[in-house]
């Protein structure tokens, strides 16, 4: 399987850097081709802006729906989305490594989807969900959050971890792919706040690794986050008063 990792964290020495490493080895050695676009070490640019579209005429506004359109019908998108995008292409399986920062994904990481998801290219009204581009390829988060567990918990202090990996999720799921259940690290201290002692934070970083090291050989026989598409959503793009998904989300 082409396997792409798309990593999200400033300092490769990181424990985001460490999950990094044994997602690159473990998936390689059992013979997988893996790639990793480093979005920090390859200075990805996360604003989207005018001056991306260089062709563009002068003088009207910048409506970034429409220069996304226009750039990848000409074939003239920037250079570093048209690479992301064949990275995209290649690969079955998208990893992406990234640590929680204020209830989401770091900008870097949000502004890779405002640029690399073409409008156009990648979504259109009709392309998307069910129907979406990537359909047939996977997807997976692989988290990191400061908080211990227990304060993910439903109503624990930290938030529902459900809720703040939605846009994301949704957002994959929105131009096609199959998502995979996160993979989430607890109270991963980077420094700062301390809820244990070293020794004990140590031990538990280690079992956040091997429980990793350990899912990554059967992601490709998983089940995927079941979403409604299509064919479960009535002329207001609502969920059909007989969807049994009513049940199941009710
Ligand atoms: C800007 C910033 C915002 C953060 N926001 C959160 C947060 O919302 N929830 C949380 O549990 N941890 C938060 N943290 C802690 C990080 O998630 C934690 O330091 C990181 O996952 C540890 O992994 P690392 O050692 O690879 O950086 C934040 C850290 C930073 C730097």
């Given at each position: 399987?082409?396997?792409l990792?798309?990593?999200?964290h400033?300092?490769?020495?990181s424990?985001n850097?460490?999950?990094v490493d044994?997602?690159v080895?473990?998936?390689k050695?059992?013979?997988h081709?893996v790639e990793?676009?480093?979005?920090?070490?390859?200075?990805?640019?996360?604003?989207?802006r005018?001056e991306h579209y260089?062709?563009?005429?002068s003088?009207e506004?910048?409506?970034?729906?429409?220069?996304q359109?226009?750039h990848?019908?000409?074939?003239?998108l920037p250079?570093e989305?048209?690479?992301e995008?064949?990275?995209?292409?290649w690969a079955?399986?998208v990893?992406f490594h990234?640590?929680?920062?204020?209830?989401?994904?770091?900008?870097?990481?949000?502004?890779?989807f405002?640029r690399?998801m073409?409008?156009g290219?990648?979504?259109?009204?009709?392309m998307r969900?069910d129907?979406g581009y990537f359909?047939g390829?996977r997807?997976l988060?692989c988290?990191?959050?400061?908080?211990?567990?227990?304060?993910?918990q439903?109503?624990g202090?930290?938030?529902?971890?459900a809720?703040w990996?939605?846009p994301?999720?949704?957002?994959?799921?929105?131009v096609?792919?199959?998502?995979?259940a996160?993979q989430?690290?607890y109270?991963?201290?980077?420094?700062?706040?301390?809820?244990?002692?070293?020794?004990?934070?140590r031990?538990?970083?280690?079992?956040c690794k091997?429980r990793?090291?350990?899912r990554?050989?059967?992601?490709?026989?998983e089940a995927?986050i079941?979403f409604?598409?299509?064919g479960?959503?009535?002329?207001?793009?609502v969920?059909?008063?007989?969807?049994?998904l009513?049940?199941?989300?009710?």
């Open positions: 399987m082409n396997v990792i798309i990593s999200a400033p300092e490769p020495r424990f850097g460490a999950l044994i997602t080895s473990r998936l050695a059992i013979g081709q990793v676009g480093d979005l920090y070490q390859e200075r990805f640019d996360p604003v989207e005018a260089a062709s563009r005429g003088g506004p910048f409506a970034p729906l429409d220069e359109r226009a990848h019908d000409r074939q003239a250079k989305i048209t690479r995008l064949a990275r995209l292409e079955e399986l990893v990234f640590p929680l920062w204020w209830h989401a994904q770091p900008a870097i990481l949000k502004g890779w405002d690399v073409v409008y290219g990648r979504y259109t009204s009709r969900y129907q359909q390829k997807a988060l988290v990191t959050a400061g908080s211990p567990e227990p304060a993910f439903p109503f202090r930290a938030g529902d971890m809720a990996l939605w994301m999720h949704a957002s994959l799921y929105y096609g792919f199959d998502v995979l996160p989430v690290s109270g991963v201290q980077g420094g700062g706040i301390e809820y244990q002692g070293k020794a004990a934070l031990e538990h970083l280690e079992g091997r990793w090291a350990e990554l050989p059967g992601l490709s026989n995927t079941p409604a598409g299509w479960d959503w009535n002329e207001q793009g969920l059909k008063e007989t969807s049994p009513r049940w199941r989300l009710g």
